[in-house]
């Protein structure tokens, strides 16, 4: 089992959906973020991460999204508090769509820590104070 996989797993436990598409999707997330360097914004699901999805599945691009969004939503509709905190970083009420899953997923692989933890961490770091600078 790949690491993806372990983590939806742990998530959703055993269930009948197909979840290789969603795993492949948030592979192909991880690879744009972090090997690609590309912002969040740049990503289309649509356009980015659903095609590559098939590709890796072999499977028609309407079959793969409608796969994707589907454990996207089974991921988020398991989460309870505590999940929540340990994969996002937040109690978060609701989330704009399975394309959330996908990045905080993604995320959460490649730095062991939830989006929102590392993001207060970025946000609290104090600036380093250079004393050869003049004003």
């Known amino acids: 089992m790949t690491k993806e996989e372990i983590l939806v797993r742990q998530i959703v436990g055993p269930c009948r959906n197909e979840i290789a598409g969603f795993i ?10 972090f090997e690609e ?3 969040l914004g740049e990503i289309l699901v649509t356009r980015d991460i659903y095609p ?3 590709r890796m599945t072999q499977k028609n691009i309407h079959t793969t999204a409608h796969q994707i969004e589907r454990v996207g939503n089974l991921c988020w509709e398991s989460l309870d508090r505590n999940q929540k905190l340990k994969y996002i970083g937040r109690e978060l009420a609701d989330i704009s769509g399975p394309q959330d899953m996908i990045f905080y997923l993604a995320f959460y692989l490649r730095f062991q820590k ?4 590392i993001l207060e961490e ?7 104070y250079n004393h050869h600078e003049t004003i």
């Not at 939830?114 to 933890?117: D, G, L, Q, S």
């Not at 970025?122 to 600036?127: A, T």
């Open 122 to 128: 970025e946000l609290y770091k104090k600036p380093e």
């Open 114 to 117: 939830p989006f929102y933890e």
């Open 24 to 33: 492949c999707a948030v592979r192909e997330m991880g690879r744009l973020l």
């Open 37 to 39: 360097g590309r912002a």
């Open 52 to 54: 590559a999805a098939a």
